[in-house]
């Protein structure tokens, strides 16, 4: 039976996978990762979104913040006491005092149509205290103008943690307004002397950090939880997503597609012209005290949702690996074809927060069908390699060249990214070599054939049928 190499072999997969997925592929924001722009100066206790610049002078000192939405559709934004805000394991600031309002100073342009916002939370160990939700319109870009915002408590309990967050336009989907801007600055509290660290954004950090285009990233004075990473799995860089913690302060291990930033935190953040029934790409999982790997993906239908996926996994996986994520359809739903979708990664359990600096790397994303990444043989330690017959009922028989004495592993995997056989481990000589394998065992499907020969890896596509 004639055999390909594996160059020509996985040629030919790229080549039907983004004929038949190109739709898909576009779909998804940054599918495989190449795509970062750049930020440095951030302010000091506060998460960023979109363009925020520092502006001078300030109200009351040399500085203020300027939020707009950026050319990416984030929209400008700033929180305090936030993480991570697609889940309830944020940390918030400690505050223990019960404020009437909360007070700052503004310069503003909100396009007509549009809000911008201001939110103020408190809360304790059992219950919630104060939640409190402003917008505003208009102009007001000579001098800044000086707000209050009421805060409304639902019973008589002290809270000990509050959360704090500024927009410059409506941060749903389809409604954030490039055109809008605020300037903010000197955030104090009536009622308390209690305050925030770093109120009038007068501290700030130089740090360059790196942001994936497409994707919502949380950053404070420790960094990014998503960093550029040349450890990618195809093309030049991957997405390397990490929760980073120390006694004061955690950056939670998630992100999630832009525009999910809605009033109640989830909901559509991309638009879909198919009807996806999988959701595939490639990671790497190092995880720590029990932290898992985690994906879900949601479809909608005009803002509702009618089908979605999760696929974790506690594993260990050192070299780069599928996952692959059926998306259930709603019985009410079958056959109605969706119009956006969102994707969430994390590194740790969602109900719990994270237990280590746990690390992942992502890449190659799509629907329905993997986009392979080209090898290329010069580079790789493991030369003409062959399996074959593939497709096969039963025996399989790999092939390969070494240029000199290596540790060589093969392993296969299922559609699902979890690990059923370990075929080999050992060290073989310069040389060609053949081994045999009866694959009786496994039933009928797709598997991937993993080659690990030092730090090249390379991945075969594998059919069974009987």
């Known amino acids: 039976m004639k055999s390909f190499s594996l160059k020509l072999l996985q040629s030919v997969l790229v080549a039907l996978a983004i004929f038949s997925c190109n739709i898909c592929v576009a779909q998804i924001p940054n599918w495989n990762m190449e795509n970062w722009s750049s930020k440095s100066d951030l302010p000091c206790q506060w998460v960023t979104y979109g363009l925020t610049t520092k502006v001078s002078p300030g109200q009351n000192g040399l500085y203020a913040i300027k939020l707009q939405a950026d050319d990416l559709n984030y929209p400008g934004a700033v929180l305090y006491g936030f993480t991570n805000i697609k889940n309830d394991n944020n940390p918030g600031t400690p505050f223990n005092s019960r404020p009437d309002s909360m007070i700052a100073y503004f310069k503003y342009h909100i396009s007509e149509g549009d809000v911008a916002r201001v939110f103020i939370t408190t809360k304790n160990s059992r219950e919630q205290c104060s939640n409190d939700l402003y917008e505003y319109?208009?102009?007001?870009?000579?001098?800044?103008?000086?707000?209050?915002?009421k805060m409304h408590y639902t019973n008589e309990s002290n809270p000990d943690t509050m959360y704090i967050g500024f927009t410059s336009t409506r941060p749903e989907l389809n409604a954030i307004n490039k055109s809008s801007w605020v300037i903010l600055d000197n955030i104090s509290f009536s009622g308390t002397k209690q305050n925030i660290q770093n109120p009038d954004f007068e501290n700030w950090t130089s740090q360059s950090s790196y942001f994936a285009e497409g994707w919502q990233s949380f950053t404070s004075q420790l960094g990014s939880n998503i960093q550029r990473s040349s450890n990618a799995y195809a093309g030049k860089y991957a997405m390397k997503l990490q929760s980073t913690f120390n006694s004061s302060t955690i950056i939670n291990g998630t992100t999630f597609t832009t525009g999910s930033l809605n009033s109640n935190n989830s909901g559509p953040s991309f638009p879909i012209n198919s009807t996806p029934n999988s959701f595939k790409g490639f990671y790497k999982f190092i995880p720590q005290n029990g932290d898992i790997f985690y994906v879900n993906i949601v479809v909608y239908k005009n803002g509702q949702m009618i089908g979605q996926g999760n696929f974790t996994s506690p594993e260990a996986v050192n070299f780069y690996i599928p996952f692959s994520v059926p998306i259930i359809y709603e019985i009410n739903s079958v056959g109605v074809k969706p119009d956006s979708a969102s994707i969430?990664?994390?590194?740790?359990?969602?109900?719990?927060?994270?237990?280590?600096?746990?690390?992942?790397?992502i890449d190659n994303l799509s629907f329905d069908r993997f986009i392979y990444?080209?090898?290329?043989?010069?580079?790789?330690?493991?030369?003409?390699?062959?399996?074959y017959p593939n497709p096969t009922d039963s025996k399989l028989n790999v092939h390969f060249e070494l240029l000199q004495k290596e540790n060589i592993s093969i392993y296969i995997?299922?559609?699902?990214?979890?690990?059923?056989?370990?075929?080999?481990?050992?060290?073989?000589?310069?040389?060609?070599?053949?081994?045999?394998?009866?694959?009786?065992?496994?039933s009928c499907g797709i598997y991937f054939l993993v080659t690990q020969c030092g730090s090249s890896i390379t991945h075969s596509k594998l059919m069974i049928v009987k």
Do not use: C, W
């Open 137 to 149: 319109t208009g102009d007001n870009t000579v001098g800044y103008k000086r707000m209050a915002f």
């Open 344 to 361: 969430q990664f994390a590194t740790y359990n969602l109900k719990n927060k994270p237990s280590g600096q746990s690390i992942a790397y």
């Open 373 to 387: 990444a080209g090898i290329d043989e010069s580079k790789s330690q493991v030369n003409k390699l062959n399996i």
């Open 413 to 442: 995997y299922d559609i699902n990214g979890s690990e059923i056989l370990k075929l080999t481990e050992q060290f073989f000589d310069a040389g060609n070599h053949e081994l045999n394998y009866n694959l009786t065992d496994l």
